[in-house]
């Protein structure tokens, strides 16, 4: 049961990455709706390769992991990492600004809510083991 479990979060884990890379690869202009100007090629050229080709490289390695029963441990380290760099990064930037949107509270609630999630099931699988 832990592998499925397992295979399931790196599963969602990477469609997560992959949805977000994806939108964001082909609708750059997106995320000006959170005020970053994208007003020359060279930045929607640089916001596709970050926002979205970091993204699909992390959701190519989580979907290969998920297919890897020995990958799995690897694969919930790689999708925790994300979930606390995300999440860690925006509470920092919260509070280095001193304010926080709606918007910005809820991407912040969700990838911590990763975070815990992700991290449990490492915690579960180091018990297990």
């Keep these: 049961m832990p592998s499925l479990i397992d295979r399931l979060l790196i599963i969602v884990s990477a469609l997560i990455f992959l949805g977000f ?3 964001i690869f082909l609708m750059p202009e997106a995320l000006e709706g959170i005020g970053i100007t994208l007003a020359t090629a060279e930045a929607r050229t640089d916001i596709r390769a970050t926002y979205g080709g970091v993204e699909f490289a ?15 441990r690897a694969g919930l380290t790689m999708a925790l990492c994300g979930a606390a760099g995300l999440s860690g990064a925006r509470l920092a930037g919260m509070l280095i600004e001193g304010t926080a949107s709606p918007l910005m509270l809820v991407f912040f609630g ?20």
């Design 21 to 23: 890379g994806g939108w």
């Design 58 to 72: 992390i959701a190519a390695f989580l979907l290969i992991a998920q297919g890897r029963l020995d990958w799995h």
């Design 110 to 129: 969700l990838e911590a809510f990763g975070v815990l999630v992700l991290g449990w099931a490492l915690l579960r699988r180091r018990s297990e083991s």
